[in-house]
């Protein structure tokens, strides 16, 4: 998109590497379809508002439904990462901001939903990725089952982490 700038679309992968960091050593985590419809959103929208509040319509469900969304990892010290929802939306309100210009911030600017949908795309393929990394539960076993994204191996999150920081 012509209105966009290297940076803005940086910022995006920036932000969706911050909010997956927000699942490290999580119990539970958004599946990869939760993640899929949310691109779809994204795309579908035609307002920032209506993303945002799709995503606090889903942190609000009840049960297994909603529990991805709400779900907080650990950072390597024991504190407690805010919850995944939280950090998606705080992403889209404010974080992503940052690499467009002033008159590009409004809720309705077509550069700022374009770059919101640029964002969701990137946190939807980083989710891939890291759930891509989980070592299987039984290696060479008739049923091929994935281990807790608590048992991603390091190096998956070095390299989200270094994306966070590429970014910047």
Known sequence: MAGLSAKAEGRAVQC?????????????????????????????????????TWVLYQMGRKGDA??????????SEGKECERFGDAVKKAIDGFLLRGLEPEQYKLSSPERLELTRIFAGQLSRLHTYLDGSRPEKNPGG??????????????AWVAIESLKKEAQ
């Open 142 to 155: 008739a049923k091929s089952e994935k281990k807790p994204w608590k048992d991603i191996p390091d190096a």
């Open 66 to 75: 909603g529990e991805g969304w709400r779900a907080q990892g650990k950072t």
């Open 16 to 52: 969706a590497a911050e909010c997956l960091l927000s699942l490290q050593n999580a119990e539970k985590v958004p599946e990869t379809s939760q993640l899929k419809n949310f691109l779809e959103v994204a795309v579908a929208s035609r307002d920032v508002r209506s993303i945002i």
